[in-house]
C-alpha cells in the first residue's frame, strides 16, 4: 500500500526530494552489503564494477537507494539457476555522466512487452511464477523516481542472454 500511495505522489510530482553528494563508490558498496547477505543465503552472487576513483553526484540519497534496491530485486528472481549472477556496472558516459547497469542473465522480455516492463501492475514475464511478496508496480516506482532526478530508465533483452535495466546520472565532481 505504501508503494501504491508513493508512486501515486510520484506520478502528481508531489515527492519532495532533498538532494546531497553522494560518493558513487561508497554508495555502490553500500548496496553491496545489503543484498550481500541475502544472495548468498540463496547461492546467488552479485557482481560489481565500478570506477576505482572517487565521483560525486548529487541527488536524493533515499530515493536514488530505492531505485537501486528495487532493480537488483526485480533482477534477483530472473537469474541462471547453473550461474547465479546478478551484475552491477557503473561506467563513464562522456566527461560528465555516468551509467548505471543492472542485469540479470537468464530471462528475457519478449520485444512485444518490452514497452510494458514500467506500466504499474503489468506483469510481462507471463512464463514466470508470480512472486507473491510483490505488487508489481516496483519497476513503475523506478521510471518516475528517474524521470523526477530528469533521468530515463531503459531496458534491453535477449533471449538466453538476460535483460538490462539501465540509467544515466549527471556527474557533479
Do not use: C
Not at 36 to 50: C, F
Not at 139 to 147: G, Q, T
Amino acid at each position: 500500500i505504501n508503494d501504491m500511495l508513493d508512486l501515486s505522489k510520484l506520478e502528481a510530482w508531489k515527492t519532495e526530494f532533498n538532494p546531497v553528494e553522494i560518493d558513487v563508490r561508497s554508495f555502490i558498496m553500500d548496496i553491496y552489503g545489503d543484498f550481500v547477505h541475502q544472495l548468498k543465503s540463496e547461492e546467488k552472487t552479485l557482481l560489481v564494477n565500478i570506477p576505482d576513483e572517487k565521483i560525486i553526484i548529487e541527488y536524493d540519497l533515499d530515493q536514488l537507494k530505492r531505485v537501486m534496491i528495487n532493480l537488483l530485486w526485480n533482477s534477483r528472481k530472473f537469474v541462471d539457476p547453473w550461474k547465479w549472477e546478478i551484475e552491477l556496472k557503473v561506467e563513464y558516459v562522456g566527461k560528465k555522466q555516468l551509467l548505471f547497469t543492472v542485469k540479470d542473465n537468464w530471462q528475457w522480455i519478449d520485444k512485444d512487452d518490452i514497452n510494458n516492463v514500467f506500466v504499474k501492475f503489468k506483469q510481462v514475464w507471463w512464463h514466470m511464477e508470480r512472486a507473491s511478496k510483490w505488487t508489481w508496480i516496483w519497476l513503475s516506482l523506478v521510471k518516475s523516481i528517474l524521470e523526477q532526478m530528469w533521468s530515463q530508465i531503459w531496458v534491453t533483452s535477449s533471449v538466453w542472454v538476460g535483460s538490462e535495466f539501465s540509467f544515466k546520472l549527471n556527474i557533479k565532481k
